[in-house]
């Protein structure tokens, strides 16, 4: 019968990752009409995650903000601290997606597509509502109105 040998796994669970942060561009300022359509300019990079993750649930955050918000693009860039693995989801829709580089670019035939972007949610409210969500653990309870009983006319 084989041994178990518990000091392999410990091993694995305390290997130092490299860490990296995922960063989407917001949408700039309104620009000019072209062929009827209007444009807008590139905006800065805002930061999605404040502590590091392995570089695949790093791309796969980039992913869901720029999936999710009026965002096309995103990057991940590498980080000075180590990561924890297992923090966040880490699939990675490579096929709505290209690389230019070390941007990701969202295809146009998946720009469009989700409730977040027909509602133009940009990736700054976007990031408040998850860490919003996330972060909050105590509910708000509703209070319980007491209703006035009619007096019943006979």
């Known amino acids: ?22 960063y989407a561009r917001a949408r700039g300022k309104k620009g000019k009409l072209k062929n009827g359509l209007q444009t807008w300019a590139k905006g800065p990079y805002v930061k999605l995650n404040k502590n590091p993750f392995i570089e695949s649930e790093a791309r796969a955050l980039g992913a869901m903000a720029t999936d999710e918000t009026v965002s096309r693009s995103f990057k991940v860039t590498k980080a000075k601290k180590y990561a924890q693995a297992g923090m966040f989801s880490s699939f990675f829709p490579s096929h709505k997606f290209t690389r230019k580089g070390k941007e990701y670019i969202e295809k146009s035939l998946y720009a469009i597509d989700s409730p977040g972007e027909f509602a133009g949610i940009t990736v700054k409210g976007w990031n408040a509502m998850r860490n919003r969500n996330i972060f909050s653990t105590q509910r708000r309870k509703t209070k319980k109105r007491k209703t006035k009983r009619r007096k019943q006319k006979w």
Do not use: S, T, Y
């Open 1 to 22: 019968m084989p041994k178990f040998v518990p000091e392999k796994a410990q091993v694995i669970a305390e290997k130092k990752l490299p860490g990296f942060f995922a």
